[in-house]
């Protein structure tokens, strides 16, 4: 009985038949924010957001926030209030896209997102007076926001002045964690069993929260396809072979462009300090366990039990890299948790890949366990590990783009930057 409430549950969500996937539908938020002047705070839609008067039309330059996958314009927020404590004197122009939150990130195209974004910025460009062409923008994009922001410049890089992007924990390259199987998981949970126990998790509770998600993805969207329902496109592009994940690499890698693109990557593949697990109470039966379970998750995310990760994309992925790149293990052997590798990215010498470490991808760690591991897990992971609240990646990663962005009228090298800190991997 509760394999299949949970079923119907995580399908009735799938297909968008919840309350909340319905609501999102009308009343559509202003998306235009202008910090430095007076604020209110208003009730938009079904979210809280920060409205600010317009009193000037002095904005030096925009920040476009492109959230992931069935994320929220409010995603944005631990970033946002640290730019409103560092550039307010840049009267910066926050636009914050609402077009594709939620459940319409994972049933549109990227195109029709991309397509979507660019009117909201064209809007609001237009309502402060900013020419369209000239006003220089920076795009901050995180997870799947990586590949509508590629399909943004792809197709809109000529009417908009993108001066560059920031894609934070994105798979660049795809992942192909959304087919996993039964089999697959049943594999995970079996051979990570003693180490969820020690975490606080019930294996038989995050199989049947799998178990349930593999189903919605396996028959789910098959259903809601022969229903004409939904469509899955937003999810289907992350897939590697996607035709999306296609032009992240014409954008990124193949195209010759003046933008100054930051790419950045995270890895924590230790369920002891995720858990914050104090290692030198658990025995060595208990750490063997946690071994076990990191090598078994890590196969089920990435397919190789040695590769790294951030707990949903593959770090190579987010590096924008393949088998090319040499084994990543060994790379980041030493590293230390304040300490950023700087990766290069072939044929891309403007480009910057920063790669953290101790830094997570978002509060749902385990791939398709999220519709029930929250409830059962007693140590909840700290907001300061997700990515979105790094002080280290606002800090050393963020933070500096933005300044050479709009201080810089040319992109500036990888040796003209002063980040403070990297070290060259």
Not at 5 to 16: N, S
Not at 67 to 74: K, S
Not at 137 to 160: E, P, T
Not at 272 to 283: I, M, R
Request: net charge neutral; charged share 25%.
């Amino acid at each position: 009985m509760p394999v299949i409430i949970t079923t119907v549950t995580a399908a009735l969500v799938f297909m968008g038949c919840t309350k909340s996937s319905l609501s999102m539908q009308s009343n559509k938020p202003d998306s235009c924010f202008k910090p430095g002047s007076s604020s209110q705070m208003v009730q938009q839609s079904k979210h809280v957001k920060r409205e600010y008067a317009e009193t000037s039309n002095d904005a030096v330059g925009g920040i476009i926030w492109l959230h992931g996958l069935n994320g929220t314009a409010d995603a944005f927020d631990p970033i946002e209030q640290k730019l409103l404590r560092d550039f307010k004197a840049k009267k910066l122009l926050i636009i914050k896209p609402t077009c594709r939150e939620e459940f319409r990130s994972i049933k549109e195209k990227i195109g029709t997102q991309a397509k979507n974004v660019f009117d909201e910025i064209k809007d609001c460009l237009t309502k402060h007076g900013k020419d369209l062409e000239k006003f220089p923008l920076i795009v901050i994009a995180n997870s799947q926001g990586a590949l509508v922001a590629c399909n943004l410049y792809d197709n809109f890089g000529k009417k908009l002045n993108i001066k560059g992007m920031v894609l934070l924990g994105s798979p660049l390259t795809g992942t192909s964690v959304f087919e996993r199987t039964y089999g697959d998981v049943h594999t995970f949970i079996n051979n990570g069993a003693e180490g969820l126990g020690l975490m606080g998790i019930d294996p038989a509770t995050l199989r049947i929260s799998m178990d349930a998600m593999v189903t919605v993805l396996n028959f789910g969207k098959k259903i809601a396809k022969f229903l004409d329902v939904n469509k899955t496109a937003g999810l289907d592009a992350m897939h590697p072979t996607s035709p999306d994940i296609q032009t992240c690499r014409k954008v990124l890698r193949d195209d010759a462009h003046n933008r100054h693109d930051v790419i950045v990557a995270s890895h924590q593949d230790d369920f002891v300090k995720v858990a914050e697990l104090d290692e030198q109470t658990l025995s060595p039966e208990d750490r063997q366990a946690m071994r076990r379970l990191n090598r078994s998750y890590a196969q089920f995310l990435t397919g190789d039990a040695n590769e790294l990760h951030d707990g949903l994309i593959p770090t190579r992925s987010q590096l924008h890299r393949g088998s090319s790149l040499e084994d990543l293990t060994g790379l980041v052997d030493g590293q230390s948790e304040e300490e950023v590798l700087l990766i290069p990215l072939p044929g891309q010498s403007k480009t910057e890949m920063h790669l953290y470490k101790d830094v997570i991808h978002a509060d749902n760690y385990i791939v398709l366990g999220n519709v029930m591991v929250k409830n059962y897990w007693s140590v909840p992971i700290p907001k300061k590990r997700y990515i979105l609240y790094s002080e280290k990646v606002y800090e050393k990663s963020i933070k500096p783009a933005i300044e050479k962005m709009l201080n810089a009228s040319n992109p500036l090298s990888v040796d003209e930057l002063n980040m403070g800190g990297l070290s060259l991997g």
